[in-house]
């Protein structure tokens, strides 16, 4: 389990005295909140491009901090919250290294709080020049329209394990044993044993039955039903109506468990067409949404679902409502209407005015007269 490495307080623009002093998680895997108090007040105190630094505290036996922009780190990113996490190096120490995997969420995003989520992520080495850059961490007008921002007060969670550093033996790097997850991430790049092919937009991948009959009960009842296909190891499975890019990242995460991000040739082609990250961010999402449903694998569904609802807007919500409708997402369905519940009527008219509602209304409108319902339910208790 992660190790509590205290909790920094930043009110009025800066850091409060009273987190002023370190905190030791004592293990080499610790978390620090980050509360940022009078969200708006700090984001008006403090221009593009300063940061405010946390407390430091103690994880894996080094010192780390966290810097915050409220406003972007730079005027390219100043429509979004910006983050740094660093080493802080006593001159001595200038050039050591240490790597680490860390994970920076909100408070609320569960999922990415367990240590088996921790793993999954990428390492990085820290020490020297090197820190983590979240230039884009989150866009402040999503955040400001989100459940995230309670009571003009924003939490934030690093998660930091440490894997080794310079002073490890002679011997080379102390490293973690591979956990189930890089095990199984290996035997789907090995193809070691694969016994199932499929062929999805003109290319082509080998599988497991085993593997993906024990994480999806579609692939359950297609490989080992009454009517299932590809019987011999010669036969291919066409898989319609699909990327090969989606389908790449479900399988992914049927055998890992962990959410697959957007390849880095697909983020290249967003500065190509001129497209907003946002938007083919929301399109990625919506691509494996579609996909975890069609092959009931729960945990990428739910976690598309989380981080839906962590980007409702105004502009945004009816169009995600239908998708919830559409796919039968009810925990998204909720979020959708708990968004919609705390808006002022201002906000509620111009969401009537989007044609997201028109789609709605006309396509699903039964979650209409439940989104009605609700809103007639709050105002009763008022």
Known sequence: MSSFAGITLLAEGDLSPSTADDVDAGTDYGYHLLVVQDYLLTKELTPSGRGICSRAFVVGGHTWYIEYYPNGESSKCADYISLHVSVLDNDEDYQKTVKAKVCVSLIDQVEKHKP???RGTG??????????????FMKKDVLEESV????????????????????DDANGDEVLPPDVRHQFNSLLQNKVGADVTFEVSGETFVAHRCVLAARSTVFMAQLFGPMKEGTTRSAIIQIKDMEAKVFKALLSFIYTDS????????????????????EMRLQWLQDLLVAADRYDVQGLKFICEKQF??????????????LAEQHRCWWLKGACFKYLQVQPPSRLLTVMESSG?????????SALKDLIAKLIALNQQK
């Open 116 to 118: 088996m989520y921790i």
């Open 123 to 136: 390492t990085r080495t820290f020490g020297g020049y090197a820190f983590m850059r979240l230039d884009k």
């Open 148 to 167: 995230n921002l309670k009571g003009n007060c924003l939490t934030i969670r690093c998660d930091i394990m440490v894997l080794n550093t310079d002073d």
């Open 259 to 278: 959410f697959p991000e957007m390849e880095e040739e697909d983020k290249a082609q967003v500065v190509e067409k001129g497209q907003e990250e946002d």
């Open 309 to 322: 609802s962590e980007r409702l807007g105004v502009s945004s919500v009816m169009s995600t409502l239908a």
């Open 357 to 365: 509602w028109d789609n709605v209304f006309t396509t699903y409108p």
